[in-house]
């Protein structure tokens, strides 16, 4: 086993660790700073699924969620401008410091190429009579202004990133996968790594270790927080359906918003119920997670354009006693739903779930509607999910259909699984600290955020703590 000394080592290359990086170096941070990534650089990142029309399955990860920038540079690359959406981090931090953060770290995406035109400015006449229709129906609507990185330009923002942290002294090691943290005495002073293929061990001993495994590593990090005792508790899951409609359908939400944030409660469970990630234009996508499980989300690019419009609907559900896993749950109902469409996602016709009957792929055929992700199986999502969540989806689409007309319409497409993995939170001081000397959480997979922007701004202030705030 070799052995790599370092100063701060984080573990993920996503927004959170990225931006840990990259504040360091901009602070003029003079000790060594290594990033620790299981998957490829941004220009060796390549999915099949453009030449074969359909996933691979790749090993020993998926290309989608793996490598630097993680999820976030083929994803539609929204930043959303306010400290109401994204998590729970300005509970910890204080909205104030958050709102400075959001501003700070949004010049940073400028300043490397992202798009100067903000989504959801202006038009209030417009957002107002929304609203109202939202408040009639018993729903929130969370405005937010969003800046549009879209898939193929956050690549190019990203790579820029990753040249100059590259170019600044950043040590990027790929390929790596973390297993375990070093622990003397009570305090972490690094990182056991094994080689994604072939398995060589290395150990990486720093003075700063930093956790930043993203949404997908959320499970992993559950588990190392059982093995050490670093003190967390279980958190929310999100479960639910990738929803897809024609662009007509959702013109004067996407014009006046781009994204419309509703959350309902509806009944008769009243559990929080919200739109999450919208894409006008935008592709439905199939996400593979290391243990073959695959989900679904939805991508949206700045010029290559689709005729429909998708977003997710998730349902939270918070688990305690006497069952405390709630990841593990939302992974069962994935893997079932996978069974179900012989490891693919499937995807049905709204009409048809109101009908009781599964959907054929002639009726997917000759609808108005026509999946933008088409290895996707037609077939019954009933037969997979909940009750509970199923009937909170419909009641919740019943009532996005006053605010939105036609959005409950029979052709309406609801693809599954579509699953959040940030359930496990991680106790945090304001300096995020854990309980552990010597070891910080941050981004989707501490729980604190959900997205890029707040994940961003985690690693901000880590970054600034790190460096005494000099």
């Not at 305690?320 to 016709?349: C, D, W």
Request: charged share 25%; aromatic share 8%; net charge negative.
């Amino acid at each position: 086993m070799s052995i790599y000394n370092t100063d701060v080592v984080i573990v993920g290359a996503g927004p959170a660790g990225i931006f840990t990086a990259l504040e360091l170096t901009r602070r003029g941070f003079g000790e060594k700073i290594t990033i620790v990534e299981k998957g490829m650089p941004v220009e060796k990142r390549r999915c099949p699924k453009e030449q074969t029309g359909r996933c691979m399955n790749c090993k020993p990860y998926c290309h989608i969620t793996t490598g630097f920038s993680g999820a976030g540079a083929f994803s539609d690359g929204k930043l959303s401008l306010s400290p109401e959406v994204g998590g729970d981090l300005p509970e910890l931090i204080g909205y104030p410091l958050a709102e400075e953060l959001i501003d700070y770290t949004d010049k940073i995406y400028l300043e490397f190429g992202a798009d100067d035109r903000v989504e959801g400015l202006g038009n209030h006449e417009k957002i107002k009579e929304i609203r109202k229709r939202a408040i009639q129906a018993g729903l929130k609507l969370v405005d937010c202004p969003i800046r549009h990185l879209g898939t193929e330009k956050a690549q190019e923002i990203y790579l820029s990133i990753q040249n100059y942290l590259a170019e600044h002294g950043v040590e990027l090691i790929f390929g790596y996968n973390c297993v375990d943290l070093i622990m003397e005495g009570g305090r972490c002073v690094g990182v056991v790594c094994e080689k994604a293929v072939g398995g060589d061990a290395m150990d990486i001993r720093a003075s700063h270790t930093v956790i930043a495994s993203g949404r997908r590593g959320a499970d992993w990090l559950s588990a190392l927080c059982d093995r050490h005792d670093i003190l967390h508790k279980p958190g929310t899951v999100d479960i639910g359906v990738r929803v897809e409609v024609r662009n007509e359908i959702m013109e004067d939400v996407n014009n006046v918003l781009y994204e419309s944030k509703l959350i309902g409660y509806p009944k008769p469970f009243k559990n929080k119920v919200r739109t999450f990630c919208q894409n006008p234009g935008g592709f439905v996508s199939q996400e593979n997670y290391d243990n073959d499980l695959a989900v679904v989300n939805g991508h949206s690019y700045k010029e290559k354009k689709s005729a429909n419009t998708n977003l997710s609907i998730l349902c939270s559900h918070n688990f305690t006693s006497p069952f405390n896993q709630p990841i593990e749950y939302a992974r069962k109902i994935g893997e079932l739903t996978n069974m179900l469409g012989s490891g693919h996602i499937l995807v049905q016709r709204y009409g048809d779930i109101l009908d009781g009957k599964r959907t054929w792929p002639e009726e997917l055929a000759r609808s108005n509607v026509r999946p933008t992700l088409p290895d996707a199986v037609a077939g019954d999502i009933t037969s997979a999910m909940p009750y509970r969540a199923m009937v909170n989806i419909i009641n919740f689409i019943q009532a996005v259909e006053h605010v939105v007309p036609g959005f409950a319409s029979v052709e309406t497409l609801l693809y599954s699984p579509e699953l959040k993995f940030y359930s496990n939170k991680v106790k945090l001081d304001e300096h995020l600290r854990t309980s552990i000397e010597g070891l910080h959480c941050l981004g989707d997979s501490s729980g604190w955020t959900r997205g890029l922007m707040m994940a961003s701004i985690m690693g901000v202030l880590m970054g600034r703590e790190l460096s005494g705030g000099k």
